[in-house]
């Protein structure tokens, strides 16, 4: 009975690695079923089997492939360094997943450039802005406890901050993503977080 559970899981990330690499690449719309099911070597049943239709596979695609982003969020919760040094390990670790985690990368692929985002997709934009919401709140509880500590001026509030240092993070993403040509982003990501956290500190 083991052997059959983890068979089956096996076949589910199997499911879920071709969905995701064909929706990176073709877009949610432009993919179906049995596009997946060739792209995984099965048919259609062991899809549906997993899952309910299309949609369903595509919330867990993104859960699965961004399940580091809130592992993320919660080192930046952990205690051990400075406000400032989970910031600073919170935007390095973000471009690090984005140079070399290809799901993870991919992700973001789905949903800046290769999705439409309809009403169909409601339960997937709700789990998307609830992340955002959890990312910006961790972000801006750090900047206020680094703020408290002296290492973050107070000229502005930490809202506004955490606000910059998200829209920032997700500014470079999109642009590397739909343009990578413009520039390395494995070369750049020390400049860009070492700008970002100045940027900070800037009374």
């Known amino acids: 009975m083991r052997r059959t559970k983890e068979d089956a899981e096996k076949t589910r990330l199997k499911i879920i690695e071709a969905a995701l690499t064909l929706f990176s690449r ?3 719309s432009n993919t179906t079923l049995a596009m997946i099911g060739t ?7 062991p899809i549906y089997w997993h899952f309910k239709n299309k949609d369903d596979l595509f919330e867990a695609v993104l859960a699965y492939s961004q399940e580091p982003l809130e592992q993320l969020v919660a080192q930046a919760r952990s205690v051990g360094l400075s406000p400032l040094e989970r910031i600073d390990g919170f935007v390095r670790s973000w471009f690090t997943l984005l140079v070399e ?7 973001f692929e789905i949903l800046l450039n290769k999705t439409e985002l309809t009403e169909a997709m409601l339960t997937t934009l709700e789990r998307e802005r609830h992340l955002t919401q959890s990312m910006i709140e961790t972000l801006e509880a750090l900047v206020c406890d680094a703020q408290e500590q002296g290492q973050i001026s107070q000229g502005q509030t930490a809202g506004q901050l955490a606000l910059m240092i ?3 993070l997700m500014g470079v993403t999109q642009t590397w993503l739909f343009a990578p040509s413009l520039f390395d982003l494995n070369e750049q990501r020390g400049f860009f977080t070492e700008r970002l956290l100045r940027s900070l500190q800037q009374p």
């Open 166 to 168: 998200y829209t920032q």
């Open 26 to 28: 073709n877009g949610y």
């Open 39 to 45: 792209e995984a070597g099965f048919s259609r049943g």
């Open 101 to 107: 985690d290809a799901w993870f990368r991919q992700s």
